[in-house]
C-alpha cells in the first residue's frame, strides 16, 4: 500500500510542476516585454526630441525640461505594476485551486472505480505467506474482499478465497458463506470446478457442524464424486466422517482410494496410510479376514504389451538400449502402476504388465478404469524422461483391455 499512495503522490507532483510552470513562465515573461518596451518608447521619445532641437523646434531649456520629463515617466512606469500585469497576477490564485481540484479528484475516482481495493488486495495476497502477516492483515484481506464480492457480487475468485481464509480462521460459518458464494456464480459447464467447491463447501459445513456430517452434506460428497471420482478433499472427509462414526471398514475404502491418488513423496500418504493402519486395528479379525478375502478376490489387471520402433528411429537407438515400459493412470497419481525394464537389441519386444508390479499396493493397475503404456528407451539408464530419451506410448486404454501396441516414434527436446 505504501508503494501505491507513493506512486500517487509523486505523479500529482509531477502534474502539478506542469500546472504552475505556465504560470511562472508567463508572469516572468510578461515583466521582461513590458521593461523592454518602455526602454524602447525612452529611447524614441529621446530620439525625437534631439532631432526636434536640431530641427530649431525646441529651444535648449525646454528640450532639458522635456529629456528629464522622459526619465521620470521611464522611472514610474519601471516601479508601478501595468493594469495588464495586474489582471495576469489576479489568476495567480487559479494554480492552487486547481491542484488541489485535480489531486481530490484523481483519489476520489481511483476509490470509487475499486482500482484501490483491487490494488490492495493483491499486495495482502502477496506478503500473506510472510511470517510478518499478522491478524490485522488477514481481517483487513477479508474486509476487502467482502467489500469487492458487495460491488462484484459474481467474482468467483474473491468468494473462494473468503472461504478458505475463513476456513483456515476456523470461522466456519463464514466459509460456508464464502464457498456458497463460488457455486452459485460457476457456469453450468465448469464441472470440475464445480466439483472442488463442493468438496470444500462440504468440509466447512462438516466442521461447522462440530464434525457431524448430517445427510445434506453427505449428498454434496457423494454429487462431488459422481463429478470428480477423484476429488481427494471429498474421498479425505468421507474417510474422516466413516471412522469418527466408527465406521471403519468405509473409512479404509475412501482413504486407500485417495492413497492411490498422491504421490508416495508427498508428506500427506504417510498421514493416510497411518489412518488406514488405525482402522484397520479397529476392526474385528474377522472383519480383517473378510476384508483381505474381498481383496484376493478383486480381479488382477494384466495387459500384454508389444513394443516396436519407427523405421525413422531406428538408426538412432544404441545397442542393448535400457527399455522401460510403465502403465499410468490416464487421470490420477504420475507414479507408475506398472514397471518392466529390459536391455534390449531385438525388436518388437513383448512383456506383460499386471498389478504384481504394483509400486505401492494402492496404486495397482485394477484400482484404475483406465491407462496409458509408456514405452521408453532411456540413455541415461534411469526410468524418468530427459531430453533425447525415445518413446511412444498407447493412447487412453480401458483397464479390461488384454493387449496394447506401441510404437517408439518420438525424441524427447
Known amino acids: 500500500m505504501s508503494m501505491l499512495w507513493l506512486g500517487i503522490v509523486l505523479l ?68 508601478v505594476p501595468a493594469k495588464a500585469d495586474e489582471n495576469e497576477k489576479s489568476g495567480r ?59 462484484e457480487p459474481k467474482d468467483i475468485e474473491s468468494w473462494y478465497l473468503q472461504g478458505r481464509i475463513h476456513f483456515e480462521m476456523a470461522n466456519y460459518p463464514a466459509s460456508v458463506k464464502g464457498f456458497n458464494g463460488v457455486l452459485a456464480n460457476l457456469p453450468n459447464d465448469a464441472k470440475e470446478d464445480q466439483a472442488v467447491a463442493m468438496a470444500q463447501l462440504a468440509q466447512a459445513k462438516f466442521f461447522a457442524a462440530n464434525r457431524k456430517l448430517d445427510a445434506a452434506t453427505q449428498s454434496l460428497l457423494e454429487a462431488t464424486l459422481e463429478i470428480n471420482p477423484q476429488e481427494t478433499t471429498a474421498l479425505g472427509l468421507l474417510g474422516v466422517a466413516a471412522f469418527d462414526s466408527k465406521d471403519f471398514m468405509n473409512a479404509i475404502k475412501y482413504w486407500q482410494r485417495l492413497l492411490a491418488l498422491i504421490p508416495a513423496t508427498n508428506p500427506n500418504a504417510r498421514a493416510i496410510q497411518g489412518g488406514i493402519d488405525k482402522a484397520m486395528s479397529q ?68 512383456v506383460v504388465l499386471d498389478d504384481s508390479m504394483a509400486m505401492m499396493p494402492a496404486l495397482k493397475m485394477s484400482n484404475f478404469d483406465k ?21 511412444g506410448n498407447s493412447g487412453v486404454l480401458a483397464i479390461s483391455s488384454k493387449k496394447a501396441n506401441v510404437l517408439i516414434d518420438e525424441i524427447i527436446k
Open 93 to 151: 490564485w487559479m494554480a492552487p485551486v486547481l491542484f488541489i481540484v485535480m489531486a481530490v479528484s484523481s483519489v476520489l475516482l481511483y476509490s470509487h472505480l475499486g482500482f484501490e481495493n483491487e490494488v490492495a488486495i493483491g499486495d495482502l495476497l502477496k506478503q500473506s505467506n510472510s511470517v510478518d502477516f499478522t491478524k490485522e492483515d488477514t481481517q483487513e484481506l477479508l474486509t476487502r474482499l467482502k467489500e469487492k464480492t458487495k460491488k
Open 12 to 79: 500529482i507532483a509531477l502534474a502539478a510542476v506542469f500546472l504552475f510552470i505556465p504560470f511562472i513562465l508567463r508572469l516572468s515573461r510578461g515583466e521582461l516585454i513590458r521593461e523592454q518596451n518602455n526602454v524602447d518608447i525612452y529611447k524614441s521619445q529621446l530620439e525625437e526630441l534631439a532631432a526636434e532641437k536640431e530641427a530649431g523646434n525646441v529651444s535648449e531649456g525646454d528640450y532639458d525640461a522635456l529629456v528629464v520629463e522622459v526619465k521620470r515617466n521611464l522611472l514610474s512606469d519601471t516601479k
Open 283 to 350: 476392526l474385528k479379525p474377522e472383519q480383517v479376514a473378510a476384508f483381505k478375502a474381498k481383496q484376493l478376490a478383486k480381479p488382477v489387471a494384466s495387459i500384454i504389451v508389444t513394443v516396436n520402433l519407427s523405421k525413422e528411429i531406428m538408426a538412432q537407438v544404441p545397442e542393448n538400449a535400457d527399455l522401460f515400459i510403465l502403465a499410468k493412470a490416464a487421470s490420477g497419481p504420475p507414479m507408475p502402476l506398472a514397471v518392466k525394464r529390459l536391455n534390449n537389441n531385438t525388436w518388437p519386444v513383448t
Open 371 to 391: 491407462v496409458i503404456i509408456t514405452a521408453r528407451i532411456s540413455k541415461s539408464g534411469v526410468g524418468n524422461a530427459k531430453p533425447g530419451d525415445i518413446q
